[in-house]
C-alpha cells in the first residue's frame, strides 16, 4: 500500500504516458499487426468460402507458384511500377518548384495555395467521377479543346499507350497540395543569409534553388518521396475509379490494372482469399525493398543538421 | 487538471472511434433481443399450433411484434418492395420491415464480410450467383414448410425455373420473387429516319444484320447493335439460340467450346466489328445516353433496367422494345433468371416467426400482385398479365409477355464456385474482344471452367 502511494514522479508520468500511449497502441496491435501476421497465415493455404481457410501441409507455396505463373499478375506488377516511376518523381519535381514560387512574398500567394490544396480535400470518388467524365473519348472536356486546336481525339482511358498516364496525371493532381504545403513549411524555414548570400555571389533564381534550398529541405523532400512512392505502389482506388472491376477489354485491363487491383478482384469479385493473401505479400516485399533502397540512398544526397 | 482534461480528450476520441464502427442493425438486434426475451413465453405458446388467423389468412396474431432489416441492390425495385411492405403492415402493423439498399456492385462484397461476422440482414435478396455459396455454409433458413403461414401461399404458383434456382437437396431455401428476360431496345427515330419498318418479335439474326447495314454510318458516329461484353445482358442469350450455352443442362461441365457457342460467338464478334460502338465507348458512355443522342440504334438490356429508359423525358417517346431475334435456323431464347426472398438463419424466435409470415405473404398472390407496378416483374403465375397491363402505356410489354408466356426463357444457371468460373470466362471473352481467336479462347475458358467445376461438392 506505501509503495504505490509513494510512487516518485518519475514513475506517475511513466504511467501517465503508458495510459495515453496504449489506445494507439491497442488499434496498432489489432488493426495492422494482427492482420499482417494473419494474412501471412491465409496465404500459405486454400480458401474456403467465408473466409475458412485450409492449409494442406503439401503444398504449403502453392498460391506463390501460382503466382509467379500467372501472367495477370506480372503485368499488374509492371503496370504499379511504371505508374510509381511516371506519377512520384514528377510528382516530387512539381511540388518542390511549385512549393518555392509560392514561398515568395508575391501578391496573392494565400489564393495559390488554397487553390492548389483544394484537390486533396475533394473526395477521391468525386475527383475520379469528373475526371472520367473529362477523360470521355467523344463527349469529354479534353478531347474537345485537342480537337478545337486541330488535334486528334485521343482515348485516354482506353488506348494502352495511355492509360496508366491518365492516372498518373489524376494522382499527382489530387496529391500535388499535400507536398506543396510540406515543401512550403520546409522552404520558409531555409535561413534568408543563405540567400542572401547567393545574391551578392550573383546566382540565378534556378541555380539558387538548386544548390541552396533543395540540399536544406531534403529531408522533407525524402519524406514526400518515401510516403509518395509507398502511396503510388499501393495504387487502387484511381484505377478502380476509372476502369470499375474491369472494362471488359482485356488488353486495357492488362495495361493498367495495379497489384491492389488485382488483390481487390481476387479477394473479393473471385472471393478467393488466400491467393489474394499471397499477392498482399509479394506487394509487402516490393514495397519494402524500395523503402529500403531509399533509406539507404538517403546517406548520398539527404542532410541533416547534425 | 490538464491530466483529467487529457483523459477526459482521449476518452471521447476512443468511444467516437469505436461507436462508429458498429453497423445500425447490430445496434437493432441487441435491442431486440432484449424485448424478445421478454415475450419469449407467448411466442412459445403460438408454436403449439394454436392459429389465430387474421383477416386475410396469416397465422401469427395481429399484434406480432418484429423489426426486420430487408436488404437489396436495386432501388427502383424497393419502390416494388416498399408496396408489398405497405399491404403487408394492413395486416401485421406492428412487424416493421426496414428496407435498405446497396449498390450492385458492392452488394455481393458487403453481405460476404456480413456473412462472415455474423451480421446479415433478416430478409435478403438472393441471386441464382450466390445462393449456392450461401445455402452450404448454412447462413439460409430452410423454407420449404412456408404454406404454413398461411395467405394461401404455395410454391405450385411459382414458375419452375425461379424455383429451380433455389431449390437444394429437395428443400426449398428462398421465396421465387420476380422473373425476368433480357429485350432488346430500339431507337425509333433512326429507324424513321432510316425508312425501316421497327423490329418485330419475331425478328431473325439475318434481320438484325440487314438492318444494321443500313443504320450503321461509322463515319457519322451511328452504330445500328451495342455487341457489348455482358453476359447476362448480351452474347448469353444467343449462345442459347444458336444451341450452345454456357454450360450443360445439369450444371456440371461447361458448354462455351460447343461448335454452337462457337458459332454463335463468332456471328456476334463479327457484329460487333462491323456494327457495334466499341466496347470502350460502351464503357465510357452508357446505352441509354448513345440512344439519346441517335448514336445507337438498337441494344441488349433486362427488363428490369427499362425504368433508365422510361423515366428519362428525352427518351420515354423516343425508344420501344421488342423480343430478341433468333436464328433463322435455331430457336428463341432469352437469358431468364429471377430473384428471391431469403431469410438468415440464427434469427430469434419472434423475428424468425415475423420473417417467415412476412415471406409467406411476399409469395402470395395477393403480395405480388401488390408489387406489379414494374419494371420486375414478379413472377407468380399470372402476374406478369397485370404487370403488362399495368405497364403497357411504357413500352411494348408483347416483347416481354412473348418470350415468358411461350417459354422462351433459359434459366441463367449459377453454382457453388460460380464467382470462380465466371471470371475464368470473362477474362477469356475479354481477349476475344481483344480481337484473339473466338475458338481457341472459348475453348481455353471451357477447359479452366471445367476444372473449377469438378471442384464442386468436394
Known amino acids: 500500500m506505501s509503495k504505490s502511494k509513494g510512487l516518485s514522479r518519475k514513475h506517475q508520468d511513466w504511467l501517465w504516458g503508458y495510459f495515453f500511449v496504449f489506445p494507439t497502441f491497442f488499434g496498432l496491435c489489432a488493426l495492422n499487426i494482427y492482420p499482417i501476421f494473419k494474412t501471412l497465415y491465409m496465404s500459405f493455404g486454400t480458401s474456403g468460402m467465408f473466409g475458412k481457410i485450409v492449409i494442406d501441409p503439401n503444398n504449403v507455396f502453392g498460391n506463390y507458384t501460382r503466382l509467379f505463373q500467372d501472367m495477370e499478375v506480372w503485368y499488374a506488377i509492371r503496370n504499379t511500377l511504371v505508374f510509381t516511376f511516371i506519377s512520384v518523381p514528377l510528382g516530387i519535381v512539381l511540388a518542390v518548384v511549385l512549393a518555392s514560387l509560392m514561398s515568395q512574398q508575391i501578391k496573392g500567394v494565400g489564393v495559390y495555395r488554397v487553390l492548389y490544396f483544394m484537390p486533396v480535400v475533394a473526395a477521391p470518388a468525386a475527383i475520379t467521377m469528373v475526371w472520367k467524365l473529362m477523360y470521355n473519348e467523344q463527349y469529354g472536356v479534353i478531347n474537345t479543346l485537342i480537337r478545337a486546336v486541330g488535334g486528334p481525339s485521343i482515348s485516354w482511358l482506353n488506348d494502352t499507350r495511355f492509360c496508366l498516364l491518365s492516372c498518373a496525371i489524376v494522382a499527382i493532381w489530387s496529391g500535388l497540395g499535400q507536398q506543396i504545403i510540406i515543401m512550403i513549411g520546409a522552404i520558409t524555414g531555409v535561413s534568408k543569409s543563405y540567400y542572401e548570400a547567393a545574391d551578392i555571389d550573383g546566382a540565378s533564381g534556378a541555380r539558387k534553388l538548386w544548390s541552396i534550398t533543395v540540399p536544406l529541405v531534403s529531408p522533407s523532400i ?49 472471393l478467393d482469399k488466400a491467393y489474394a493473401s499471397a499477392l498482399v505479400m509479394v506487394a509487402f516485399v516490393i514495397i519494402m525493398i524500395f523503402t529500403i533502397i531509399q533509406f539507404v540512398a538517403q546517406k548520398k544526397w539527404v542532410y541533416y543538421d547534425n | 487538471m490538464k491530466k483529467i482534461l487529457a483523459v477526459l480528450l482521449a476518452g471521447m476520441m476512443v468511444t467516437s472511434l469505436v461507436a462508429c464502427g458498429g453497423e445500425t442493425t447490430t445496434e437493432s438486434t441487441t435491442e431486440e433481443t432484449t424485448t424478445e426475451e421478454t415475450t419469449t413465453e407467448e411466442t412459445t405458446t403460438e408454436e403449439g399450433g394454436e392459429t389465430t388467423a387474421t383477416e386475410g389468412g396469416g397465422v401469427l396474431p395481429a399484434d406480432h411484434t418484429a423489426t426486420l432489416t430487408y436488404v437489396s441492390w436495386n432501388d427502383t425495385q424497393n419502390v416494388q418492395n416498399q408496396a408489398t411492405i405497405d399491404k403487408f403492415n394492413e395486416y401485421y402493423p406492428n412487424i416493421q420491415i426496414e428496407i435498405s439498399y446497396s449498390a450492385w456492385n458492392e452488394y455481393w462484397n458487403k453481405l460476404e464480410a456480413a456473412a462472415s461476422s455474423g451480421t446479415l440482414n433478416d430478409l435478403v435478396t438472393q441471386h441464382t450467383n450466390n445462393i449456392e455459396m450461401y445455402v452450404n455454409n448454412g447462413f439460409v433458413e430452410d423454407l420449404t414448410n412456408l404454406a404454413d403461414y398461411g395467405f394461401d401461399f404455395s410454391y405450385d404458383n411459382h414458375p419452375e425455373g425461379v424455383k429451380r434456382l433455389f431449390r437444394f437437396d429437395d428443400k426449398m431455401w428462398g421465396v421465387p420473387k420476380d422473373i425476368d428476360c433480357i429485350v432488346m431496345v430500339y431507337n425509333k427515330d433512326m429507324f424513321d429516319a432510316a425508312g425501316l419498318d421497327y423490329p418485330t418479335d419475331e425478328w431473325t439474326w439475318d434481320d438484325l444484320t440487314d438492318a444494321c447495314e443500313v443504320l450503321t454510318d461509322k463515319d457519322n458516329n451511328k452504330y445500328g447493335f451495342a455487341f457489348r461484353n455482358d453476359q447476362q445482358g448480351g452474347y448469353a442469350s444467343f449462345l442459347y439460340q444458336n444451341g450452345g450455352g454456357l454450360l450443360t443442362e445439369d450444371g456440371t461441365k461447361a458448354l462455351v467450346d460447343s461448335d454452337e457457342s462457337i458459332e454463335a460467338m463468332e456471328w456476334w464478334m463479327d457484329g460487333y466489328a462491323k456494327y457495334s460502338p466499341t466496347q470502350a465507348m460502351l464503357t465510357e458512355s452508357t446505352m441509354d445516353a448513345l440512344i439519346q443522342n441517335d ?32 436464328p433463322a435456323d435455331g430457336e428463341h431464347a432469352t437469358i431468364s433468371n429471377g430473384l428471391a426472398l431469403c431469410v438468415t ?114
Open chain 2, 345 to 458: 438463419t440464427g434469427l430469434p424466435e419472434e423475428k424468425l416467426e415475423a420473417a417467415k409470415q412476412f415471406a409467406a405473404y411476399f409469395g402470395s398472390k395477393e403480395g405480388q400482385e401488390v408489387a406489379a407496378m414494374g419494371p420486375s416483374i414478379p413472377c407468380y403465375d399470372g402476374v406478369v398479365d397485370l404487370w403488362a397491363e399495368q405497364n403497357k402505356d411504357l413500352f411494348r410489354t408483347e416483347a416481354v409477355t412473348s418470350q415468358l408466356n411461350n417459354g422462351y426463357g433459359v434459366q441463367w444457371v449459377g453454382t457453388e464456385l460460380k464467382t470462380q468460373w465466371n471470371q475464368a470466362l470473362e477474362t477469356h471473352i475479354g481477349y476475344i474482344y481483344d480481337g484473339n481467336d473466338v475458338a481457341t479462347e472459348l475453348k481455353a475458358a471451357a477447359e479452366e471452367m471445367n476444372a473449377i467445376l469438378a471442384q464442386e461438392g468436394k
Open chain 1, 222 to 270: 525524402f519524406f514526400i518521396l518515401i510516403t509518395g512512392m509507398i502511396g503510388a505502389l499501393k495504387q487502387f482506388d484511381i484505377v478502380y475509379m476509372l476502369y470499375g472491376k474491369t472494362n471488359g477489354v482485356a488488353s486495357v485491363m492488362n495495361a493498367v490494372r495495379t497489384i491492389m487491383h488485382k488483390y481487390y478482384e481476387q479477394a473479393f469479385t473471385v
Open chain 2, 295 to 326: 448514336t445507337l440504334a438498337m441494344c441488349t438490356d433486362g427488363n428490369w433496367a427499362l425504368n433508365t429508359y422510361y423515366e428519362n423525358e428525352e427518351l420515354a417517346d423516343k425508344f420501344d422494345i421488342a423480343a430478341l431475334p433468333h
